[in-house]
Nanobody, 122 residues
């Protein structure tokens, strides 16, 4: 089992910046992908950004040029630098990880954090 703990959420003015961090703990063989999803009130959860083990990244069109995803030195952390924040970025942001376990190396498994609230005021 893997636990994901997010931090860095809060309230910020439109145009401001915020940095989210997530740390993965537990037992796993390797991490394939770490990323961030978000869910706004009344909406379904959507992809924000993801970081692949090979170093490639993927971003939602709505955040390209404003958000940057990166991994930490420990390789079990992921951060999301959010700049030029807009009101529509307001949502609960969830850390995501896709991992492999030693006991089942041919399969991969998805894990989710509990979420951290990001609120952008106009």
């Amino acid at each position: 089992q893997v636990q994901l703990v997010e931090s860095g959420g809060g309230l910020v003015q439109a145009g401001g910046s915020l940095r989210l961090s997530c740390t993965a703990s537990g037992s796993f063989a390797s991490i394939n992908v770490m990323g961030w999803f978000r869910q706004a009130r009344g909406n379904e959860r959507e992809l924000v950004a993801k970081f692949f083990s090979g170093g490639n990244t993927d971003y939602a069109d709505s955040v390209k040029g404003r958000f940057t995803i990166s991994t930490g030195n420990a390789k079990n952390t992921v951060s999301l630098q959010m700049n030029s924040l807009k009101y529509e970025d307001t949502a609960v942001y969830y850390c995501y990880a896709n991992v492999r376990h030693s006991a089942s190396p041919l399969n991969d498994y998805n894990y989710w954090g509990q979420g951290t609230q990001v609120t952008v005021s106009s």
